[in-house]
T-cell receptor
Framework: DTGVSQNPRHKITKRGQNVTFRCDPI?????LYWYRQTLGQGPEFLTY????????KSRLLSDRFSAERPKGSFSTLEIQRTEQGDSAMYLC???????????????FGSGTRLTVV | TQLLEQSPQFLSIQEGENLTVYCNSS?????LQWYRQEPGEGPVLLVT?????EVKKLKRLTFQFGDARKDSSLHITAAQPGDTGLYLC????????FGAGTTVTVRA
């Protein structure tokens, strides 16, 4: 397994267009996370899945954002009617659920850089 | 969501010098992770600390977790240009909450 894969690496879109990003996690990881990172900041949590179930959505995730993980494997993040404020790096991470005192190990993808013009 | 403060925001040093970056919170960490992120890439996990007072070493990097589990530090000895990057701390429960990071530049 080569790690977490994200596509595309870069996306430039016009304001008002819809965009979709894909994340392929490490195959044996049952948790998948989406984060957003803007310049000069750390990543901010958006949402996460355990298998195919979406367990939490951040308040940052407006109604224009939707994420799916239909078969508990890859995930997609769609942004409808993009705005300039959506410009950011969108990061995907996967992990296994820690048991007892073992802490989850997270592996991040290289991200998708979105620029809305 | 736990709020993490990292300091300094930026750090620029000469190759061979030592550096320390800090991560603080007003509340107790259940566990803390340190990541390094290079431009255009995702964060890469360096270490996880769980126990108050814990010290972990990773080659030239030394990580300390405060006794009260509210603070942590990362010390790099004899920094090299390859250590350049954004150093992030993150508190962990079932998800990660990151600080804003310290941008470290090591000049050759």
């Amino acid at each position: 397994d080569t790690g977490v894969s994200q596509n595309p690496r870069h996306k430039i879109t016009k304001r008002g267009q819809n965009v979709t990003f894909r994340c392929d996690p490490i195959s044996e990881h049952n948790r998948l996370y989406w984060y957003r990172q803007t310049l000069g900041q750390g990543p901010e949590f958006l949402t996460y899945f355990q298998n195919e179930a979406q367990l939490e959505k951040s308040r940052l995730l407006s109604d224009r954002f939707s994420a799916e993980r239909p078969k508990g494997s890859f995930s997609t993040l769609e942004i409808q009617r993009t705005e300039q404020g959506d410009s950011a790096m969108y990061l995907c991470a996967s992990s296994t659920v820690g048991t007892g005192i073992r802490v989850d190990g997270y592996t991040f993808g290289s991200g998708t850089r979105l620029t809305v013009v | 969501t736990q709020l993490l403060e990292q300091s300094p925001q930026f750090l620029s040093i000469q190759e061979g010098e030592n550096l320390t970056v800090y991560c603080n919170s007003s509340s107790v960490f259940s566990s803390l992770q340190w990541y390094r992120q290079e431009p255009g890439e995702g964060p890469v996990l360096l270490v996880t600390v769980v126990t108050g007072g814990e010290v972990k070493k990773l080659k030239r990097l030394t990580f300390q977790f405060g006794d009260a589990r509210k603070d942590s530090s990362l010390h790099i000895t004899a920094a090299q240009p390859g250590d350049t990057g954004l150093y992030l701390c993150a508190s962990h429960d079932y998800k990660l909450s990151f600080g804003a990071g310290t941008t470290v530049t090591v000049r050759a």
